[in-house]
């Protein structure tokens, strides 16, 4: 089993920047390949950003392609999402999930979730 926690949301201006971090539980958290995911209202879930359990390979959506980076801190079981120039468009829960062991960009093949942040970027 694996609990993750989200931190960091918030409001913040366009073109502002932002990190928002998932902290888990367990002993394997390197293991697991982690992703975050976006929902806006009246939206489906999307896919944002994952990463491999040592942190050597990265994926993105489209998107947020040069503006966001994700990262992780296995010392801490904790993996980030720092957003920059941020867009209202980006105004969504932000949420962090876990699956292992290989990186995957569908929401239904994560097995754990986090309860979400709310981001909000105001035009």
């Known amino acids: 089993q694996v609990q993750l926690v989200e931190s960091g949301g918030g409001l913040v201006q366009a073109g502002g920047s932002l990190r928002v971090s998932c902290a888990a539980s367990g002993r394997t958290f390197s293991s697991y390949a982690m992703g975050w995911f976006r929902q806006a209202p009246g939206k489906e879930r999307e896919f944002v950003a994952a990463i491999s359990g040592s942190g050597g390979i990265t994926h993105y959506t489209d998107s947020v392609k040069g503006r966001f980076t994700i990262s992780r801190d296995n010392a801490k079981n904790t993996v980030y999402l720092q957003m920059n120039s941020l867009k209202p468009e980006d105004t969504a829960v932000y949420y962090c999930?876990?699956?292992?062991?290989?990186?995957?960009?569908?929401?239904?093949?994560?097995?754990?979730w986090g309860q979400g942040t709310q981001v909000t970027v105001s035009s």
């Open positions: 999930a876990a699956r292992s062991p290989i990186v995957r960009a569908t929401a239904g093949e994560y097995d754990y």
